[in-house]
């Protein structure tokens, strides 16, 4: 592992700590829930995607910011990558186990904030709230 990585223990054996900078979950936790991050995990929570079509279902993302995302998590083992030899190249991506274990929790944010959205809003029409 890293040289100066700060473990601790814990009941179920060693953890990393995350409030150490040369923690390597830390790198991940940070990818996971970059700017861009979130947006291509839940984007890929059902099925996996071309580049392009993850392009198109996040919005406002440039493809330099997608392509190094999409770099990232898939160095960190939560998204695959395949490359079809056609010309041009079509390159899916899609959620690893691992990355599906990570992202669920995301998911279930995402559902819970867009139901409590779609709630307020039922209500706001309602003259309550």
């Known amino acids: 592992m890293t040289e100066g990585t700060q473990y601790r223990r814990t009941e179920q054996g060693e953890r990393y700590d995350v409030f150490h900078t040369d923690c390597p979950a830390r790198d991940m936790v940070d990818h996971v829930t970059s700017r861009w991050g979130v947006w291509v995990l839940i984007a890929l929570r059902k099925n996996s995607l071309r580049f392009y079509e993850l392009r198109e279902s996040i919005q406002g993302i440039s493809e330099k910011m997608l392509s190094q995302t999409l770099r990232a998590l898939v160095q960190d083992g939560l998204v695959w990558r395949e490359v079809e030899p056609t010309a041009p190249p079509q390159v899916t991506y899609g959620l690893t186990g691992f990355g599906q274990e990570v992202g669920e929790p995301l998911t279930e944010l995402f ?17 309550e709230g």
């Open 111 to 127: 559902d819970r904030i867009t139901r409590s959205l779609s709630s307020r809003g039922e209500g706001q029409r309602r003259g």
